[in-house]
């Protein structure tokens, strides 16, 4: 059976097939796993079997030969029912050149000596089954023949790398391929076997039926398109497949009953799992059912459990029992299948077989028991079983056929499909099998049948367990190397390292490896190096210690791969070199400060744009990193953009050659949430200030989301040409406003107008531009004169500055010594990766001046991505931290944070944390655990993306075709983490929307989907009442932003209703409530009394809370949690205006119950009337929310706004400048509306202001009344309608 780990997609192309004359039917006759020295070619003739090859008594699967290439190359192939590729060793893989192990004695297919022979999917082959083995190289397409039929161009796998030493023939659903994996769609596959054969019309319908004769005779067959009605015995029953999560991808049956039968009695056994799901997999030798029903066949049987070895065994005698277990399928009129002891015993080596060394079963044989148990589903049919099934699989109606088999018929009797889609031929449809689901009752059985189970020789009983003393016997050594194996793949797992989940235990035999590339362990190829080369005690003692080799190889490679000093301490000095020239840096600052002004120069100056355009420039260009069509327009950035740039930074006489990511943030806080994930995945920042007007409100802003991230920053002055510009006041501003310990490391050269650039402190020299748009840098290291004493002076400001943050600097201040420069640069860096500074850069970049020494100042003092602390969460150990290390050799993990649409497809930005990531590789999202295939990685350049093949740790990139949502992490799958998400703020404003067109629904829902994914802070939902579409967000232009954006880029134009704002409402005292609900009305009532009192939640304003304090169960638990839900429902829509209600607190004491009509949805309703009953009562008032408004304008317009702001809110503050002032208030978001165009009336365009959700408030009496009047009229007005 296919493992869990599969692989995806892939370009598989299939050629044009020849079609074939057939007369419907090809069978293949298949034989036991033997000998490779005794095997015999199969003859093949069409639709009848002939047994043709010697007796062999070990386990093994059904093998069967076929031919492919041209010309053909023979290989001996297992056939699976559990997986749908074939595949082949190929003849250079390593296990098929390995002489230790006998080499790939069922033959190996040479490519190269095919002249047919073609690659359609390079690399893209990659198949792992459930006991750890797997298999990878490429798909290819050559002829392939079985049973006398030639499929010219079939899609198989190549292995060039696997630890199976045999080809496999998968005849599942297609689904199952391993080139499908996890995505499930059936476009990812190709024709396999069946469909193919079916494709070159050489059967008609994708079926075939499997007959495996019992255990003694070698061989059985495989008919496909069609049933052989001389292979079984009584009727040919049809029962359901069932579907796995919606899809057919295995042959899931369900099993429904189990009973042993012998000569004294019959026994129904029982399980807690019936019905159980079972798969009916060829690929399996034994068959595996729940513990609980494994435990009663064993103790009916005699078979007994070792925990030591893992297995259950009985004695070899026990082949001769007359008793028989009969499965039944598909509920209780569905078809049974019994199965014989001799079927059910099967040997455990083709030497001389173990012995029981103690117990009552001392002195006998040990043989493998046929059924073992397993823990979870689906469970296992396998050969043990379906030996004494004959079954008809067809895969179009997703039905199977099943009868007893014809032991040993030597008649043949074919029926073909007679077309595509016919039911299985002579079989009848099971009755009732919707009672299949029908769980039974589970009672032990008495075990009437067990004394029946004997060995027909009466030697032994089976009332004891027997003793198998390990390390006497080869059986114990074997066992022991496999519980070592297991071991070591628990110590994996517990590291978290090994990446093949779900790898199952299925009683085979062990040869076990470490793969060293990728820290995995697997044990390989059991069923050829098993048991049959494990005779001699030589091999098993290797067996040992190959096992505790492993164990402490896997051990050490877990402690070794998950340290990141480990880590560290194996980079090479390439690598460390690389990590230390990365930076990851955001700008960020209030609206209009210069960000993408100066991010254009950055590009320009680092060569990524050959020409500077402005932000509302002339030219009507518009600058890069603004590239949609409103940004230009508006001469506002809406949405973050990416870009990077490698920039050349001196270092003594040298240029380094520095990688810069980087992020250009917007300003405005209806664009928040863009600032927030550019902080959240980025290592530094660049603060923007406007020189003029140093820090306004949202600097405060972005200063707690950089504070929020751990994100050190370098401050930038910008605007230093603005009349009025003070970079020394806005350092003090920086220092006092924001409380972050600050200082200059320029003076400027000039001011204003005459701005020229800077004088450096820490080199003491003078930086200009010169030359086009400032690109040259001119250095010299005259300070001009009237300069001298400032620098000086602040030079010492910045020391001393730095010796309140940083030891080392304090200590040569203490000793009155003055610091080196080195000293002064490693202070900088160290107090700004610590948080504890920022060093304050000045500069124009309109005018093109001294925009490079700040990015110098980024290589200096931004950290690079090793040093950041960035954890992740082990979701194995209780959401543990963990720390990640931003080393390419680690496993991989990464965070999405952003998603974006564009013309190519769904793009999906993923911060590199560590670990690289590769094109064409997988990845695992953690939030969904789905596997995805990464075909393409992008950096992006604003909105132009350059392709790479790789990136690496600590970067940040853009990959294609990646469904998941923002905030998910990504890993390859061998790490349980997920990361952190970040903060969304609530939506303070709503709109009610709707496409002025009704043929535009389509456009509109696709459109608000796509804008819901993008952005977290843009919300949408359906008013039940007014049945409304409502979208919520950050304020008025975020809002207008999303109807201009569906105008232009879906051509949808729509109506919008009045802004909205979210108003809240709740409690001012405590009221005590006794609500009776009591309703007749025929047949049965509703009787729920609730008794107890609301209050203001006095733990948190913002938040309900339900308590029960209801003694002696007068409300019994269960009707406690639906008046639990009954607050809860009360609460999303307020009795006074269907807003949120938010800080009550609804206590239960005391109630009543009625015996008939009592129910969940009696006491939730009671406690929605009782609470809003009682709401008024406990002073109900809608709270509003009050927004911190910050307005500036030339001081001349003071006594203007401070008109406008009378009626709108309370002044907090105002701080008049030289020609600016600034106030800050709290307003009511309600009076806000159309403010700016009140405000660009009072100021003659020239004021400016922001606004940012402050806190709830109790809206005005005036306005409480007038609002819910307009509630209560549109209510009724709906009520009358
Ligand atoms: N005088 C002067 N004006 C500047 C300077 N830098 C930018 N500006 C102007 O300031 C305005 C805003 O610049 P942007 O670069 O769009 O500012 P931003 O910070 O990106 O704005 P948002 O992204 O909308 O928050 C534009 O008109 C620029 O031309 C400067 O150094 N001096
Ligand atoms: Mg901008």
């Known amino acids: 059976m296919k493992g869990t780990t599969a692989v995806a997609l892939g370009s598989l192309l299939v050629g044009a097939t020849r079609a074939q004359a057939g007369n419907g039917v090809i069978q293949w006759d298949i034989q036991k796993r033997q000998q490779p020295q005794d095997f015999t070619r199969l003859r093949k003739r069409a639709s009848t079997f002939e047994e043709v090859v010697t007796n ?6 059904y093998f069967a030969t076929c031919r492919m290439g041209t010309p053909g190359q023979d290989l001996t192939l297992q056939l699976d029912t559990g997986s749908s590729d074939i595949w082949v060793p190929d003849s250079s893989a390593k296990v098929c050149r390995d ?19 073609e690659v359609v999917g390079k690399g893209e082959f990659d198949i792992s089954y459930v006991d750890g083995s797997s298999s990878t190289g490429d798909y290819f397409t050559d002829v392939f023949e079985i049973g006398g039929a030639n499929l010219q161009n079939m899609t198989m796998g190549l292995g060039l790398k696997t630890d199976i030493a045999y080809g496999l023939v998968g005849v599942g659903y297609a689904l199952n391929e391993a080139i499908v994996g996890n995505t499930q769609s059936a476009a990812d596959a190709y024709p396999n076997l069946p469909v193919n054969m079916v494709k070159e019309g050489l059967i008609n319908s994708v079926a075939y039926s499997l007959w495996l004769n019992d255990l003694d005779a070698n061989s059985g067959s495989i008919l496909f398109g069609g049933i052989d009605t001389e292979k079984y015995v009584g009727d040919l029953t049809r029962i359901n497949i069932y579907p796995t999560q919606n899809v057919f991808t295995s042959f899931l049956v369900a099993m429904t009953s189990l009973e042993a039968t012998s000569p004294s009695g019959s026994d129904t056994l029982t399980s807690q799992k019936f019905p159980i799901p079972v798969v009916l997999d060829s690929g399996t030798t034994l068959s595996y059912l729940p513990t609980d029903l494994a435990q009663q066949v064993w103790k009916e049987a005699g078979a007994v459990y070792s925990p030591e070895y893992q297995l259950a065994v009985i004695p070899c005698n026990m082949q001769n029992s007359a008793g028989t277990f009969s499965f039944g399928f598909a509920g209780p009129s569905g078809p049974r299948i019994n199965v014989t002891m001799d079927e059910l015993v099967l040997d455990l080596t083709n030497g001389q077989p173990p012995v029981f060394n103690a117990g009552v079963y001392k002195g006998q044989d040990a043989c493998e028991f046929g059924i073992q148990n397993f823990s979870t589903s689906p469970y296992l049919l396998g050969d043990t079983f379906l030996r004494s099934a004959y079954v008809a699989y067809d895969l179009v109606n997703n039905q199977i056929g099943i009868a007893a088999t014809n032991f ?14 016919a039911p299985i031929p002579s079989a009848t449809v099971a009755p009732n099998q919707n009672q299949a689901t029908n769980i039974p009752s589970v009672a032990s059985p008495t075990y009437g049948a067990s004394a029946g189970f004997t060995d027909g020789v009466g030697s032994g009983s089976k009332s004891a367990a027997s003793n198998m003393p390990a390390n006497t016997h080869w059986l114990g050594l074997f066992s022991l190397a496999k519980m070592r194996v297991i071991r070591a793949v628990a110590a994996l797992n517990s590291c978290a390292v090994a990446s093949r989940q779900g790898v199952r235990y299925l009683g085979l035999g062990c040869r076990v490896a470490v793969d060293n590339a990728a820290p995995t362990l697997r044990w390989t190829s059991c069923q050829i190096a098993g048991r049959r080369h494990f005779s001699g005690s030589f091999p098993m003692l290797a067996a040992v210690s190959a096992a505790e080799a492993a164990l402490k190889q896997a051990k050490d490679l877990a402690a070794a791969n998950m340290t990141p000093e480990a880590a560290a301490a194996r980079m090479t000095p390439e690598e460390i070199k690389r990590l230390s020239r990365v930076r990851n840096i955001g700008i960020a600052a209030h609206i209009d400060s210069g960000k993408t002004t100066v991010t254009e120069r950055i590009l320009y100056y680092t060569g990524r744009v050959k020409a500077i355009h402005e932000v509302r420039g002339r030219d009507g260009v518009g600058a890069k990193m603004d590239s949609m069509e409103l940004e230009r327009e ?3 950035t809406i949405q973050s953009a990416a870009t990077f740039a490698d920039w050349p930074k001196r270092e003594n006489g040298v240029e380094e050659m520095y990688h810069i990511n980087l992020i250009d943030t917007p300003g405005h806080i209806d664009f928040t949430i863009e600032v927030e994930r550019a902080m959240r995945v980025l290592d530094g920042a660049v603060m923007v200030l406007c020189a003029v007007s140093g820090v306004q409100s949202q600097t405060i802003t972005v200063d707690r989301q950089m504070k929020r991230y751990n994100v050190p920053r370098i401050s930038f002055i910008n605007k230093m040409d603005r009349m009025g510009s003070n970079p020394f006041r806005v350092v003090e501003m920086i220092n006092t406003k924001l409380k972050f310990p600050a200082a200059a490391v320029q003076i400027p050269i000039g001011s204003e107008k005459e701005f020229e650039g800077v004088v450096d402190l820490i080199e003491m020299r003078a930086i200009r531009n010169e030359g086009q748009r400032g690109m040259n840098i001119k250095i010299t290291k005259e300070i001009p004169e009237e300069l001298q004493e400032l620098a000086q002076q602040k030079r010492q400001e910045l020391i001393e500055k730095l010796a309140d943050v940083d030891d080392e600097i304090a200590e040569l201040f203490l000793d009155e010594k003055v610091p080196t420069n080195e000293q002064i640069k490693a202070a900088i860096r160290r107090a700004t990766i610590a948080l504890k500074f920022t060093p304050v850069f000045m500069g124009s970049a309109l005018a093109d001046k001294s925009v490079q020494p700040m990015l110098d100042g980024v290589c200096d003092y931004l950290p690079n991505p090793a040093n950041v602390e960035n954890v992740a969460l082990d979701r194995t150990n209780n959401e543990a931290s ?5 080393y390419n050799s680690l496993p991989f993990v990464g965070l999405a944070f952003k998603l974006e649409e564009n013309p190519y497809g769904q793009l999906t930005y993923i911060r590199v944390y560590q670990g690289s990531l ?12 789905k596997k995805v295939r990464i075909p393409r990685i992008v950096r992006m350049h604003s909105n132009e993306m350059e392709d790479v093949a790789e990136i690496g740790a600590g970067e940040i990139c853009a990959v294609f075709g990646v469904d998941c949502a923002s905030g998910d992490t990504f890993t390859d799958g061998k790490l349980p983490y997920s990361m952190s998400s970040m903060y969304v703020p609530d939506a303070v404003m709503s709109l009610s929307i709707r496409p002025k067109k009704s043929s535009d629904a389509d456009s509109f829902s696709k459109a608000m989907n796509r804008f819901m994914r993008e952005d977290p802070t843009f919300r949408l939902h359906v008013d039940e009442e007014s049945e409304e579409t409502i979208i919520s967000g950050m304020g008025e232009l975020h809002l207008e932003v999303y109807v201009e ?8 134009e729509c109506e919008t209703g009045q802004p909205r704002v979210a108003y809240r409402e709740t409690i001012t005292h405590k009221t005590e409530f006794d609500y009776l609900l009591k309703r007749q009305s025929g047949g049965p009532g509703d009787y729920a009394r609730v008794m107890g009192w609301i209050e203001p939640n006095p733990e948190n304003s913002e938040e309900n809370h339900f308590e029960s304090k209801v003694v002696g169960g007068t409300i019994p638990d269960k009707y406690l949690s639906a008046c639990g839900k009954g607050f809860e429902e009360a609460c999303a829509k307020g009795p006074l205006l269907g807003h949120k209600v938010i800080g009550t607190s609804l206590v239960v004491t005391d109630g009543a119950t009625h015996v008939t009509d009592s129910s969940d949805y009696a006491f939730n309703l009671a406690t929605q009337l009782a609470f809003k009953k009682a709401f008024s009562e406990a002073g109900g008032q809608v709270l509003e929310p009050l927004m911190k408004t910050t307005i500036t304008a030339p001081s001349e317009f003071q006594g203007n706004i401070l008109m406008l702001m009378n009626k709108r809110g309370t002044i907090i503050d105002t701080e008049v400048g030289a020609d600016e002032f600034t106030m800050v208030a709290d307003c009511s978001l309600n009076a806000m509306f159309g403010f700016s165009s009140h405000l660009r009336a009072a100021t003659q365009g020239k004021g400016e202001f922001s606004m940012e959700f402050s806190h709830y408030a109790a809206a005005a009496p005036h306005l409480q009344k007038e609002l819910v009047a307009k509630y209560e009229k549109e209510w009724e007005a709906k009520r009358t309608k």
């Open 634 to 636: 508006r001469g506002i």
């Open 408 to 421: 040993n018929s030597t008649k043949s009797n074919v029926v073909a499909f007679p077309s595509s889609g």
């Open 882 to 886: 963990v720390t990640l290390a931003p």
């Open 918 to 929: 590769k094109k064409g590789t997988y990845l695992f999202n953690s939030r969904t655990d």
């Open 56 to 61: 062999e008594d070990t386990r093994g699967g």
């Open 99 to 117: 002489v230790n192990t006998g080499g790939c004695t069922l033959g190996t297919f040479n490519p190269s000596k095919s002249t047919t022979f």
């Open 1045 to 1052: 954006r569906l105008r232009r880029e879906y051509k949808v």
